[in-house]
Nanobody
Framework: QVQLVESGGGLVQAGGSLRLSCAAS????????MAWFRQAPGKEREFVAG????????GYADSVKGRFAISRDNAKNTVYMQMNSLKPEDTAVYHC?????????????????WGQGTQVTVSS
């Protein structure tokens, strides 16, 4: 079992920045790949970014590429997402997720563990 708790969401103006954190507890954190997904009202949950177990491999959705950066600190059992140049369309509940696989991907059904989410609201 892996328990995930997100933090760092909030209200920000367009063009601003936020840093999300996801603290993990339970089984060995370095053994799971991590990802961030988001879900806006009335929309399906979508992949935002993923990171390998070592942190050396990372990937992003096209909509956030160049603006968001995912990272992890295995010593602190925490994954982060730095979000810059935020846009109103980034407004959503952001969830971190994990799975015991070699590589991350964008298939949400493959992720076994989820956090409860943190709200990000970007005003225009």
């Amino acid at each position: 079992q892996v328990q995930l708790v997100e933090s760092g969401g909030g209200l920000v103006q367009a063009g601003g920045s936020l840093r999300l954190s996801c603290a993990a507890s339970g089984r060995t954190f370095s053994g799971v790949v991590m990802a961030w997904f988001r879900q806006a009202p009335g929309k399906e949950r979508e992949f935002v970014a993923g990171i390998s177990r070592s942190g050396l491999s990372r990937g992003y959705a096209d909509s956030v590429k160049g603006r968001f950066a995912i990272s992890r600190d295995n010593a602190k059992n925490t994954v982060y997402m730095q979000m810059n140049s935020l846009k109103p369309e980034d407004t959503a509940v952001y969830h971190c997720a994990s799975k015991y696989r070699l590589e991350y991907n964008s298939v949400r059904q493959e992720y076994n563990y989820w956090g409860q989410g943190t709200q990000v609201t970007v005003s225009s």
